[in-house]
């Protein structure tokens, strides 16, 4: 489809109906035009916003205050004057600033567990959407931004949504759009073959369209943007899917209720459920997500209320202020990487809420099926929330926003600091930084304060654990994990997992944090939504240089210093086997017997939902979708392909003239046509005139 077409755009996409979404410079001090006025007074929920984070500033500074009190106390005095003395602060420095983030995810997890057994008056509930008619005009597009993906995954995926919908009588209420920037040429042949099947499946219940951006510029966020500024004038609101994405109908009028009963709503995002992998990774971080991170998820609604986050996906947007107020302005030169954060921030400056709906059932998305994977995904992550550090001074958001974005950036470089403090640990206790710190008894014990710190230290990091077991068991939940017994053990592995892997997590997230404050650019792939076993050569292609530099230091603590393997064992025992622990639990079958004996199991397994048994069972079904070469033996699919460009005239001038060069000289020498680079077939795929003239030189 050509930028600049006005009218019908073919049979893939509905008319452009323009519209301006103008990005706003950053750092200007102009108002914005636009935004909604204040209430004369505070709502109620606000109030009781300031109230808790108070309590959640005092709570972490008390706690902070205590343990470095403790700290002082037991190392006995300061370091001589010079380099043992700085290292001595810098160490101290550290240990504050990481207490006080270890001390924000307990007392979240506390605030989660009240949420969980009392409830929460202020919070925006899925129980007070009611199940009052839609009114027509409250017109929502079901948006899917794809970019080389499996293609059966996901259309399995938006199958049964569409599916659930229908069920629900409710898929006239919605139009799908699938956001195609593939670059592969048999990639997006398949996804034209999968659309065409979808389409015709849900022929007279609702319109799904199908776009192919030429243009592909600023990922998913431009995407959207696109999708915004051709149709968004046509809804009031948007869900925004990814592309492992399912969502039930349910789920998905649940929102929309909600977004029509709340007009000051720009955004709802759900929290999602993690399933659909059976590696044992994938097991244990779907279990982990549905215990623990829930009730991370109760905390931090307890706290943010109606400035919360917006994770890019399983969201639904008020389109109209989207647009006005969302655009994203590149930033120092480079496009916004994490753009959902930024765009929850500039949504409220103004005047919108922002709700996570922590109680919506219904949202479901996949977990990467292994360490690698998750890293890989992490890679942006991190580069993205370190480049959103720049914004905290961005006039008008809100200063929970500007937390938000901090905190973003040191869920990554809190790994860095560890690492740091850790090694400075070590490096004082070896050079007699602090001749007065004496960490053992004459009977060789733990002193006290040394013993309190370790204790506390662990018990903040295990208690969000302990509380959303408890949870579970007190809301009588327990049978849908496998029973109590089950639930324990389940636990138990998980947690061992995790201690296995945070080490690792650490040094690739330091590597990750050293990357992006340097300038390094790093290419961006979507991770693997099917689960395959990671080779032993990949494992150690990964974690085989971090594993022999743990060794090496082990060896020469081992010689020099033995009491100080004491202080670096928990983070080189796992970088020492870190290659055995990404390939044993990155094998499904290990995850599958897992299943069997009853341990790690989530929800969704005990009773799968509708919704998702369907696009499980459509993800396994065994079929070749057609590829380029199909395409030109198939006419229907290679009219699909025309006509989804809508029209283009590429008969004429320099581009003509060097498409009928190339299409002589295949014609001309013997397999060139199979020989063809892959950016040469995109083109062809998107000049419909000389695409068919390619077809009839292989039919000849």
Not at 184 to 199: G, H, I, K, S, Y
Request: proline share 5%; hydrophobic share 50%; glycine share 8%.
């Amino acid at each position: 489809m050509s930028a600049g077409l006005a009218g019908p755009a073919g049979a893939s996409a509905p008319p452009v109906n323009r519209g301006a979404m103008v990005p706003r410079p950053w750092f200007s001090s102009a108002p914005i035009e636009g935004a909604l006025p204040a209430a004369p007074e505070l709502a109620p929920w606000e109030r009781a916003a300031r109230r808790r984070r108070q309590a959640l500033m005092l709570s972490i500074g008390a706690a902070t205050a205590l343990a470095t009190s403790v700290l002082v106390h037991t190392q006995g005095g300061w370091a001589t004057p010079g380099l043992p003395l700085m290292l001595q602060c810098l160490h101290l420095s550290l240990f504050v600033l990481l207490f006080a983030w270890v001390s924000a995810g307990c007392v979240t997890a506390v605030m989660g567990f009240w949420v969980q057994l009392r409830g929460d008056r202020h919070a925006l509930s899925a129980h007070s959407a009611g199940n009052g008619p839609i009114s027509a005009d409250a017109r929502t597009a079901l948006v899917m931004p794809i970019c080389n993906e499996d293609v059966t995954t996901v259309f399995a995926g938006l199958r049964a949504s569409c599916e659930s919908l229908a069920a629900a009588g409710a898929l006239r209420l919605f139009d799908v759009y699938i956001l195609s920037d593939s670059s592969d040429p048999e990639c997006r042949t398949a996804e034209l073959a999968a659309w065409a099947e979808l389409r015709e499946q849900f022929a007279g219940q609702g319109r799904i369209h199908y776009r192919w951006r030429q243009r592909r510029v600023k990922k998913k966020a431009g995407n959207v943007a696109d999708f915004c500024r051709r149709w968004g004038r046509n809804y009031r609101y948007m869900v925004v899917l990814d592309a492992d994405s399912v969502m039930s109908g349910d789920c998905l009028l649940t929102l929309v209720r909600l977004m029509e009963a709340h007009p000051r709503a720009g955004i709802l995002q759900a929290a999602n459920q993690v399933c659909g992998h059976e590696t044992l990774h994938a097991r244990a971080q779907q279990f982990a997500s549905r215990v623990t991170g829930r009730l991370f998820a109760a905390g931090m609604q307890y706290w943010q209320l109606g400035e919360a986050h917006y994770w890019g996906h399983n969201a639904i947007i008020r389109v109209e202020p989207f647009m006005k107020h969302c655009a994203l302005a590149p930033l120092h030169g480079k496009d916004i990487m994490s753009h959902d954060f930024v765009e929850a921030a500039l949504m409220r400056r103004a005047g919108y809420q922002v709700w996570l709906v922590h109680d919506l059932v219904g949202s479901y998305e996949q977990q990467p099926p292994h360490l690698l994977a998750e890293l890989q995904r992490d890679r942006r992550w991190c580069q993205g929330n370190l480049q959103n550090l720049r914004l905290v001074a961005e006039p008008g958001l809100h200063s929970v926003h500007r937390a938000m974005l901090v905190t973003g950036a040191l869920s990554y470089f809190t790994a860095p600091l560890w690492l740091l403090y850790v090694c400075l640990g070590a490096l004082l206790w070896n050079v007699g930084g602090n001749d007065a710190f004496h960490p053992f008894t004459p009977e060789g014990t733990l002193a006290p304060g040394v013993l309190a710190l370790w204790v506390g230290t662990i018990g903040m990091l295990t208690l969000p654990r302990v509380l959303s077991v408890g949870a579970v068991l007190l809301r009588g939940e327990q049978g849908q994990y496998g029973g109590a017994l089950k639930l324990l053990g389940s636990s138990a592995v998980e947690a061992v997992m995790a201690l296995l892997q945070a080490p690792l997590r650490m040094v690739a997230h330091s590597i990750f944090c050293l990357v992006a404050v340097t300038g390094i650019s790093l290419e961006w792939k979507s991770p693997p939504r099917a689960a395959e076993d990671v080779s032993w050569k990949e494992a150690f292609a990964a974690f085989g240089r971090p594993g022999l530099a743990a060794l090496a230091v082990a060896l020469v603590l081992a010689v020099l210093r033995p009491s100080t393997l004491l202080w670096i064992a928990p983070i080189a025992l796992p970088l020492m086997l870190a290659a055995p622990i990404t390939v044993l639990t990155s094998r499904a079958r290990l995850g599958a017997r897992v299943r069997q004996i009853g341990l790690l199991l989530i929800p969704e397994e005990s009773r799968t939902p509708t919704v998702l048994r369907h696009a499980w069972a459509y993800g396994q079904q065994s079929r070749s979708l057609p590829g380029w070469a199909d395409m030109l033996k198939n006419r229907h699919l290679l009219a699909l392909a025309c006509q989804a460009m809508g029209r283009r005239d590429t008969g004429r001038g320099l581009r003509a003239h060097v498409r009928d060069l190339h299409l002589s000289r295949i014609a001309m020498l013997p397999g060139a046509l199979h020989s063809m680079a892959a950016n040469e077939r995109m083109r062809f795929l998107s000049e419909p005139g000389h695409l068919l003239r390619l077809s009839q030189l292989k039919a000849a």
